[in-house]
């Protein structure tokens, strides 16, 4: 499984630098419902039908993941690492769902790089 962080799919969605990469691992995808949150956002701010894109998206594979009491304590644990960088929770809830499930995680921002916490994060462009 590879965890999306939001910047992914939003590149994929509005055809951004690195939305290719992302459309190839989207049936092996998933979001977690922090960052679903983000997308549905951006997604409607553009006008576009929420739904109606969570359902094509699933249709394609993607699962959107809860955000669970063990998931939240677990985010917090990483506000010491990472607050340094300047993430944001749903950034770390990103993180933590993806150090959770062992998992890589696709993102567009950079800084995440940069952090040593022990999975394989790949930059999208």
Same mark, same amino acid.
């Given at each position: 499984m590879i965890i999306l962080d939001a910047s992914a799919l939003l590149a994929y969605l &509005? @055809? $951004?630098? *690195?939305? $290719? !990469? =992302?459309r190839g691992v989207i049936p092996e995808s998933c979001i977690g419902t922090v960052n679903w949150s983000e997308v549905a956002q951006k997604i409607a701010q553009k006008g576009m039908d929420v739904q109606a894109v969570r359902n094509l998206l $699933?249709? !394609? *594979?993607l699962t959107i993941a809860p955000f669970s009491v063990e998931q939240a304590e677990f985010t917090a644990q990483l506000w010491e690492e990472s607050r340094r960088f300047g993430l944001s929770l749903a950034d770390r809830a990103c993180l933590g769902l993806a150090m959770q499930q062992q998992s890589k995680v696709l993102t567009a921002d950079r800084v995440w790089s940069e952090l040593? !916490? &022990? +999975? $394989? =994060? @790949?930059? +999208?462009r």
């Amino acid at each position: 499984m590879i965890i999306l962080d939001a910047s992914a799919l939003l590149a994929y969605l &509005h @055809q $951004e630098a *690195g939305w $290719e !990469l =992302v459309r190839g691992v989207i049936p092996e995808s998933c979001i977690g419902t922090v960052n679903w949150s983000e997308v549905a956002q951006k997604i409607a701010q553009k006008g576009m039908d929420v739904q109606a894109v969570r359902n094509l998206l $699933e249709e !394609l *594979g993607l699962t959107i993941a809860p955000f669970s009491v063990e998931q939240a304590e677990f985010t917090a644990q990483l506000w010491e690492e990472s607050r340094r960088f300047g993430l944001s929770l749903a950034d770390r809830a990103c993180l933590g769902l993806a150090m959770q499930q062992q998992s890589k995680v696709l993102t567009a921002d950079r800084v995440w790089s940069e952090l040593t !916490l &022990h +999975i $394989e =994060v @790949q930059q +999208i462009r």
